[in-house]
């Protein structure tokens, strides 16, 4: 027999995860004469170099023969990494196709395929197919995905069809209709309100500086500094920061909804339009914060955005994660390079942190139990670094709150719902003023959005000489000041407003260590 007509080629589309890109992977299979081998090439890792039992035994159970012969399954671009089980239902369709075993009624060049197969032929759910299906509706493809998945991708694709096991992919192929699961879109449309109530901050009693530092915190997006000693509601004020924050509109869901479906755990249905509340412990890794790995991965930095990153006993973390968070915090993005890989994740979250005041957490309590000398003091608060504390926004002392304001529950306390409502019309004023929160205002916008009259200037030169603020400093003194005029309706930054954002921006900070 001629060697064109012993040798098959079929081709299948999928697409590989990038960070948050999903390149185009074309999966060639090509069976030709020789004796029997199953090759894959093109840059596989290890789970997708275990496919070949995989597929085997799946085509074996659905009753398929695996042909004789030289099996090479070619995933182009050769240079591009592939990793994971998502290639599974390609590879097998491939050869199923390339050996004539199959015959699909339409063209397989507007499809893609994407699924983990067991050893039965089942198929099963694989990570990160959001930014894979989003891809895939720009080229106008349909995708071809299991059931498990098919919610998640029908949010960013229209066609969608999802199916359990490898024989209804076939059978679907074949030109049987009623053999996947149709999906239409499933992401609701306008802006989104979270499934899940927030903690209100009605909850906490007292606090009054600190419940206003929140609520100026969330209408410019700024960072927030707690210091006081344990107990005295740091983590509850934390807690409530996300039931102050307007809405996600469906743009903004969809974009944390892509982050959470390649972050590791994949994308929780029932966090749909919700805000990110992230909150790791003192003990994660660098990686594990602002992101890498052999895959370079999103850290938490990027799970949170357009959420709330709360780190809890602020200097137990390490020293290298803490000054990891400094590019973010200045640009709201991050970039994690390998030697393979060149990744850029957003990350525009609203940061949050809290500590104690010194070693014991007693410094400066009216109980008079602290102990800590000032060598001590001096050396736990030297674990935060002069720029990192410099780009911290708001610092709040939180002092323990008196044992009769615990027992009462006064009715003047504010809601999260009202203060909320606050919040989102001070955002709106900046959005159509700049088109974006103040706290994202660059250096050229202040000279624009930020005037001062000749009185504003003149406390704020005084005010730099005598605290020795930075020139970043005074910036984002403007910038909360900009925030507090927001927050009382007013066009013009007055000196109060000035005022108040220096006040809250030398409650505890490196002058004072």
């Known amino acids: 027999m001629p060697a064109a007509e012993s040798t098959q080629v079929a081709r299948v589309a999928s697409r590989a995860q990038v960070g948050l890109t999903a390149p185009v992977v074309e999966v060639e299979v090509h069976l030709g004469p020789g004796l029997p081998n199953f090759a894959i090439v093109g840059l596989p890792a290890a789970a997708v170099r275990e496919s070949r ?15 004789a012969g030289r099996i090479t399954v070619n995933l182009a671009p050769a240079d591009l990494p592939k990793v994971g089980g998502r290639f599974d239902l390609a590879i097998a369709i491939g050869i199923l196709i390339a050996s004539r ?5 339409q063209p397989l060049c507007e499809r893609e395929f994407y699924g983990e197969l067991g050893l039965a032929g089942e198929l099963r759910p694989v990570p990160g197919l959001l930014p894979a299906a989003a891809h895939a509706a720009a080229a106008n493809h349909e995708v071809i995905v299991p059931a498990a998945n098919a919610w998640e991708a029908a949010m960013a694709a229209p066609r969608v069809a999802g199916a359990a096991h490898l024989r209804e992919v076939c059978a679907y192929l074949a030109g049987d209709p009623a053999a996947c699961t149709r999906s239409a879109h499933a992401r609701p449309a306008g802006d989104c309100r979270a499934p899940r109530e927030c903690p209100d901050l009605r909850d906490v009693r007292g606090q009054r500086a600190g419940k206003r530092a929140l609520t100026i915190a969330a209408a410019g997006s700024h960072s927030v500094l707690l210091v006081g000693p344990p107990g005295s509601g740091k983590t509850m004020l ?43 412990h003192h003990t994660a890794s660098a990686h594990a914060i602002v992101g890498g790995g052999p895959r370079a991965r999103p850290g938490e930095v990027t799970l949170a955005h357009l959420g709330v990153l709360f780190l809890d006993e602020l200097p137990e973390f390490d020293r290298r994660v803490l000054e990891g968070l400094r590019e973010p915090l200045e640009n709201g993005s991050i970039a994690i390079s390998r030697a393979a890989l060149d990744v850029h994740y957003p990350a525009r979250f609203q940061f949050i942190a809290a500590m104690n ?32 504390l410099d780009r911290l926004d708001l610092r709040v002392q939180v002092p323990r709150v008196a044992e009769s304001v615990c027992d009462e529950s006064p009715p003047d306390e504010p809601a999260s719902a009202a203060l909320s409502r606050c919040v989102s019309a001070a955002r709106a004023r900046q959005m159509d003023r700049a088109g974006k929160l103040n706290a994202w205002l660059a250096v050229r916008d202040l000279a624009a959005h930020c005037v001062l009259a000749p009185a504003g200037r003149a406390l704020l030169l005084a005010s730099s000489r005598r605290l020795l603020l930075s020139a970043r400093s005074q910036h984002r003194i ?36």
Do not use: M
């Open 53 to 67: 039992e995989r597929v085997r035994s799946a085509l074996a159970c659905c009753g398929y023969e695996l042909p």
């Open 101 to 105: 075993q199959l015959r699909a009624a």
């Open 238 to 280: 934390a807690q409530r920061l996300p039931g102050l924050l307007p809405p996600l509109d469906t743009a903004e869901a969809l974009e944390v909804a892509t982050i959470a479906s390649v972050g590791g755990r994949g994308f929780d249905h029932d966090s749909w339009g919700c805000r990110p509340f992230r909150s790791p």
């Open 357 to 388: 005041p010194c070693p014991c957490g007693y410094h400066g309590d009216e109980s008079g139990r602290c102990n800590c000398s000032v060598t001590e003091i001096a050396k736990y608060r030297a674990r935060l670094s002069g720029p990192l």
């Open 478 to 513: 403007l910038r909360v000041a900009r925030t507090i005029a927001d927050l009382a309706g007013s066009e013009r930054i007055a000196t109060a407003h000035l005022a108040e954002a220096i006040q809250l921006r030398r409650g505890w900070g490196a002058e004072e260590g």
